[in-house]
C-alpha cells in the first residue's frame, strides 16, 4: 500500500509504531522495520546520549530496514541533554524522527540539515498546522482515545482526523484506538495516510516488556483507562490499577491545590518497575482505550500481515460491495 507515509520514509506499510517510554527498545522497534512498518526508539527510555547511541547499534544489528527514534519534549524534573540525544541520532544514520510534547522548531535546523524527515505527534489541528508551518514533514494526529498523553481538547479521532485533513497539506497519520485492518482503512478514510500504534504493539511477542503488562492489556476492556494529571494540565491516559485509584482521590480531595508534590509516588519513576518487574500496581501507565481491542500477543510480523491482509480484504470486499450497490 503506497501512501505519501510509506514514500517519506521509505517503509512497506503504513504504520508507525510510537516511542513508548520502557517499551520503545531496539526489539521492538527492529521487529515493527522488519515488519515492513517503522520502528522507533524511545530516546528518552535511554539515560544518556552514549547509551541512545548504542541502542541504536543494537538496533541496526535487528535490522537493516529504516528506523526512527522519538524524541520527547514533556516537562521533566531534570531537562535532558537534548543537543546530545540528537547528535547520537545524527551519528546513528537515523533518518526519521518522531517528536512529542512541546513544539520541536528549536531542533528543526539540525535534524533538517541531516536530512532527518520529522514527524511531530500532535493532539489539535492548531498544533499540526504549527508543526506544519516550522516545516515538519508529517503529523501524527493523536486523538482522545490515546494511551499516553491526549492533551486537553478531549476531541476524538472521528472529528480530529477529518478536521486534520482539512487544514494540513502535509501527510498525517491517525494515532490513537488503532489496533487492526479496520483502523487502518477507517483512517484512511478520514483522510490519514496511515496509523500510529502504541498500545497494540505492547502486546506483542517481541516487546520487551514484562509478561504481566502483556496479558493486563488483553485482560483490559475499553472502559477501563483513567485520566490523571487534570488538574495540572498534564492529562494522561492510562490503565486503572490501585495507584491510579489512590492518585485520582488524591486529585479529587485536593482539588486545584494538587501540585506534582503530591501525586510523585504515583507516577514518577514507576515505568522501569512495571515494564521490566512486573509490578502491576506500582504507579500509573499509559495505556491506551483501544485495548478493549486487544485479544491476543501475536508476533509482530503476524500483527502487522494480519492488518495489512484486512485492510485489503475490507476495501476490496466490503467498501467495494457497498459502492456497487
Ligand atoms: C506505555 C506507553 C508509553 C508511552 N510513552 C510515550 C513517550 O515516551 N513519548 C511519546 O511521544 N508518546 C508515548 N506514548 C504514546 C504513543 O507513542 C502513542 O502516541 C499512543 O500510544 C497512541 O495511542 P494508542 O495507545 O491508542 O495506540 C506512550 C504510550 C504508551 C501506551
Known sequence: MKTRITELFGIEHPIIQGGMHYVGFAELAAAVSNAGGLGIITGLTQKTPEALAAEIRRCREMTDKPIGVNLTFLPTVSSPDYPGYIRAIVEGGVKAVETAGNNPQKWMPILKEHGIRVIHKCTSVRHALKAEAIGCDA??????????????D????????????????????????????????????????????????????????????KQAIVAASELDTRLVM????????????????????KERRLGPELKFEDIIGEVAGVYPRIMQQGDMDAGAWSCGMVAGLIHDIPTVKDLVDRIMAEAHQIIRGRLAAFDAA
Open 139 to 152: 503529523v501524527s494526529v493523536d486523538g482522545f482515545e490515546c494511551g499516553g498523553h491526549p492533551g486537553e
Open 154 to 213: 478531549d476531541v476524538p479521532n472521528f472529528i480530529l482526523l477529518p478536521r486534520a485533513a482539512e487544514s494540513l497539506k502535509i501527510p498525517f497519520v491517525a494515532s490513537g484506538g488503532m489496533a487492526d485492518g479496520r483502523s487502518l482503512v477507517a483512517a484512511l478514510a478520514l483522510g490519514a495516510e496511515g496509523m500510529n500504534m502504541g498500545t497494540r504493539f505492547i502486546a506483542t511477542q517481541e516487546a520487551p516488556v514484562h509478561e504481566k503488562v
Open 230 to 249: 487534570r488538574p495540572l494540565r498534564n492529562t494522561e491516559r492510562v490503565l486503572n490499577n490501585a495507584a491510579v485509584e489512590r492518585l485520582l482521590e
